[in-house]
């Protein structure tokens, strides 16, 4: 009996695979065209973004006095620097010196903080859709965090790696990966569209039908004389 079944099961997994092999037009189709969508989306209705970023080294208090646990910028480090770089105080002045109308929150949301596992590199990046704008705030932020870093954590210096330029290309959004995920979502709706479709569909269309349906034993086939 398990014997019976596994066997139609297999008859059924190859039916399917058969099927969407006769359907591979219309599952091309809907790739291309899901793609196309997700592309002219991408292009013309989302706003580009632009990130700037500057890198920062922090000092401690005597630079002969370095030890594994000074290199250790492990998660502690990341949330400490994060929370001071993000805090209102910091923000706030950000937002006086460069008299920007945003708030507090919103800028602290167009920030991220980086930190590589044992360094003292602190990177700051902002997102803004201005590249301008990006570029200024990043800068800014880094000189009121550095003094900030500097008053709360007592460390001897915080020196600028690098500053942060102008972007001359978005960050966001990514037009390749948006295509390739259009044209995947496409393709795996048409087959679900057509295994879905195949398999409520109850009509007795196959020889090996009469079998599993009526459970009949099937004893011959009378061919189909105008397709010959």
């Known amino acids: 009996m398990n ?22 037009f219309l599952i091309i ?17 989302i706003e580009p973004e632009y990130t700037a970023t500057t890198r920062v080294y922090v000092v401690g208090q005597s630079s002969e006095s370095v030890t594994t646990q000074d290199l250790q910028a492990g998660s502690y480090l990341v949330k400490d620097y994060q929370e001071i770089i993000k805090s209102s105080d910091v923000l706030a002045k950000v937002i006086a010196k460069e008299e920007s109308p945003l708030s ?13 596992t044992d360094t003292r590199v602190i990177s700051i990046s902002v997102e803004s859709k201005d590249p301008e704008e990006a570029a200024q705030l990043t800068n800014r932020v880094r000189e009121v965090a550095a003094e900030k870093i500097k008053e709360v954590t007592k460390v001897q210096d915080v020196t600028t790696l690098e500053e942060a330029q102008i972007p001359e290309k978005p960050s966001s959004p990514n037009t390749k990966r948006n295509l390739l995920l259009g044209a995947l979502v496409g393709a795996f709706l048409a087959i679900i569209g057509v ?34």
């Open 104 to 116: 507090t929150a919103a800028l602290s949301n167009m920030i991220s903080v980086n930190i590589p």
């Open 195 to 228: 295994l879905f479709t195949e398999i409520l569909d109850d009509r007795v269309k196959r020889a090996e039908d009469v079998e599993e349906v009526l459970g009949l034993t099937l004893l011959g086939v009378v061919p189909n004389t105008e397709k010959m």
């Open 29 to 45: 189709f809907m790739s291309l065209f899901v793609g196309t969508l997700s592309l002219i989306a991408t292009i013309f209705l």
């Open 3 to 24: 014997t019976k079944e596994n066997t139609s099961n297999e008859i059924d997994v190859v039916y399917l695979l058969k099927k969407l092999w006769t359907k591979k």
